[in-house]
């Protein structure tokens, strides 16, 4: 049966956001390979260690970043992410200064079984 494996973020700087994804999020850095100017850089979440890898990507491609902007702006997320606490992970995901780029009334709308988007 086929598998997602690695799946990416553009990221506009890798060391900020391994950093975030590491230090705020609470993932672990499973591979870190230099490819020329940038690195092969991927996360994954300390419980599922050999689960889905998240490419942290650089947004060198002037498409992606265009793309991105689009999202953001739309209020669409990239991607989202599995908790156990809904509210407790919020909660300290603020607590540390992490600003939602949804307005509050419209979160509630993306909040579908425990998953931040």
């Known amino acids: 049966m086929i ?6 973020v553009p990221v506009n700087s ?6 975030f ?7 672990i850095k499973k591979t870190d390979i230099p490819v ?3 690195k092969w850089l991927t996360v994954v979440s300390p419980k599922e260690q050999s689960g889905v890898e998240l490419l942290l990507e650089p947004m060198s491609f002037q498409p992606a970043e265009v793309y991105q902007r689009a ?5 669409i997320p990239w ?3 599995m908790v156990d606490d809904l509210a407790k992970e919020h ?5 540390l200064g992490v600003q939602f780029s949804v307005r509050k009334e419209r979160r509630f709308h993306q ?3 425990n998953q931040i988007c």
């Open 3 to 8: 598998r997602i494996h690695v799946a990416s």
């Open 36 to 38: 020329g100017e940038h």
């Open 111 to 113: 909040i579908h079984a």
């Open 91 to 95: 909660q300290r995901l603020e607590s």
């Open 79 to 81: 991607t989202s992410f």
């Open 21 to 27: 994804y590491t230090e705020v999020l609470g993932f």
């Open 14 to 19: 890798q060391e900020k956001a391994l950093k």
């Open 71 to 75: 999202l953001k702006d739309a209020g």
